[in-house]
């Protein structure tokens, strides 16, 4: 089955600078890959997902890249922001009728003033 | 518009009782359903996930059990729960028939064993 390793586990960057977060995968069949992200105590949210057939996503300051041949994907957010102080999960699926999705153990993103 | 219902909120079980969590999806039919657990500071864990009534695929073999009663109700039961059963259950539904469809969650439900 599928297999999803993300790292880092924890992340510290100052506000205003650029936060990294890399995921692999095992499946090579996967070809969807979303990204949630969950605020303390509360349930994850979809911030951004990217198909197998595209390389780079952007939406604001937030970016997904993939790369179907290492089988690793990334987030990237810019600009960072207090508010992006949260728990960051990828993701990846194989788009079959079952949709499952498997998630890796998350990146606990800490902004600092 | 679709609403995901889950309850209860919190939850505290004595070990060796029963358990029952419920979660029902309003605004759509036939979606995909599923269970995930979260312990705490960890990942999520996918449980069960059903692709229609009676329709239940088990991920990670335990004392847990799901059940698919009707087309937008989903359960999650425990005939014994065990200290190791604690933490952050999430019920989450997906389009029906769209692949690559992103999960959208219930607000969880907090399970402490004791």
């Known amino acids: 089955g599928e297999n999803v390793e993300q790292h880092p586990s924890t992340l510290s960057v100052q506000e205003g600078d650029s936060a990294v977060i890399k995921c692999t995968y095992s499946?090579?069949?996967?070809?969807?890959f979303p990204w949630y992200k969950q605020e303390l105590g509360k349930r994850p949210q979809l911030i951004i997902d990217i198909r197998s057939n595209v390389g780079e996503k952007k939406d604001q300051r937030i970016a997904v890249t993939l790369n179907k041949t290492a089988k690793h994907f990334s987030l990237h957010i810019t600009e960072t922001q207090p508010e992006d102080s949260a728990v960051y999960f990828c993701?990846?699926?194989?788009?079959?009728?079952?949709?499952?999705?498997?998630f890796g153990s998350g990146t606990r993103l800490s902004i600092r003033p | 518009s679709q609403t995901i219902h889950q309850w209860p909120a919190t939850l505290v079980q004595p070990v060796g009782s029963p358990l029952s969590l419920e979660c029902t999806v309003e605004g759509t039919s036939n979606p995909n359903l599923y269970w995930y657990r979260q312990a705490a500071g960890r990942g999520l864990q996918l449980l069960f996930y059903s692709v229609g009534i009676g329709q239940i695929s088990s991920e990670v073999p335990q004392n847990l059990s799901a059940s698919r009663p009707q087309d937008r109700q989903f359960i999650l039961s425990s005939k014994k729960l065990l200290l190791s059963d604690s933490g952050f259950y999430l019920c989450?539904?997906?389009?029906?028939?769209?692949?690559?469809?992103?999960?959208?969650f219930g607000n969880g439900t907090r399970l402490t064993v004791t």
């Open positions: 989450a539904w997906s389009v029906p028939g769209s692949y690559n469809s992103p999960l959208h």
């Open positions: 499946d090579s069949a996967s070809n969807y």
């Open positions: 993701a990846a699926s194989t788009g079959s009728s079952a949709s499952k999705i498997i």
